[in-house]
T-cell receptor
């Protein structure tokens, strides 16, 4: 198990942006693969994007490409997701997944509520 | 994207039952499948990794099998704490991971 610690819940206005951070508490950061998924209330999991720091690979779901970005800061061993132009349908729990080689382990989740 | 088709979407079972959940991938994914258990309001818990490997601390009544495109999660002897929703996940196309639609196990 590799605990992944995410930033806290946020309430956002429609049209604004949100950033969520994710930090593994152990392991070699560059050996990790990270993915971001979200789960709307009562729904399954939607993959949003992911990154592999060692190969500088970043991949984003086509339907989110115009408003979703992933960045990494190796100095602080932190990966970030940024989602812009928020709408009510973005209300969900956002999860960071990570692991050595494959993203097997989950952060605690971050509830993002979009409401006017 | 690799699609993961999970079945059934829900099932009713009794304590002590043997339960089988299946996932079919839209293309071969070797053995790159994980199985998770999720309870309401909780983070998914890893049960099985790489198709058949039991995660540390997970009871041995859980087992996984399969390779290529067809995978199975089996619970042998259902316990009260096993009533939950179960998901398969493919990691073959990491970081582009995808999930089955989930199986809700109910009494």
């Amino acid at each position: 198990q590799v605990p992944l610690v995410q930033s806290g819940a946020e309430v956002k206005k429609p049209g604004s942006s949100v950033e969520v951070s994710c930090k593994p508490s152990g392991g070699t950061f560059r050996s990790f693969a990270f993915s971001w998924v979200r789960q709307a209330p009562g729904q399954g999991f939607e993959w949003m994007g992911g990154t592999i720091p060692s190969s500088a690979t970043t991949d984003v779901a086509q339907r989110l490409q115009d408003r979703f970005t992933i960045t990494t800061d190796e100095s602080t061993r932190t990966v970030y997701m940024h989602l812009s132009s928020l709408r009510s349908e973005d209300t969900a729990v956002y999860y960071c997944l990570g692991g050595v080689g494959t993203p097997d382990y989950w952060g605690q989740g971050t509830l993002i509520t979009v409401s006017s | 994207d690799i699609q993961m088709t999970q079945s059934p979407s829900s099932l009713s079972a009794s304590l002590g039952d043997r339960v089988t959940i299946t996932c079919r991938a839209s293309q071969t994914i070797k053995k790159y499948v994980n199985w998770y258990q999720q309870k309401p309001g909780k983070v998914p818990k890893l049960l099985i990794y790489t198709a058949s490997n039991l995660e540390s601390g997970v009871p041995s009544r859980f087992s996984g099998s399969g390779s290529g495109t067809d995978f199975t999660l089996t619970i042998s002897g259902l316990q009260p704490e096993d009533f939950a929703t179960y998901y398969c996940q493919q990691t073959y196309s990491t970081p582009r991971v995808t999930f089955g639609g989930g199986t809700k196990v109910e009494i």
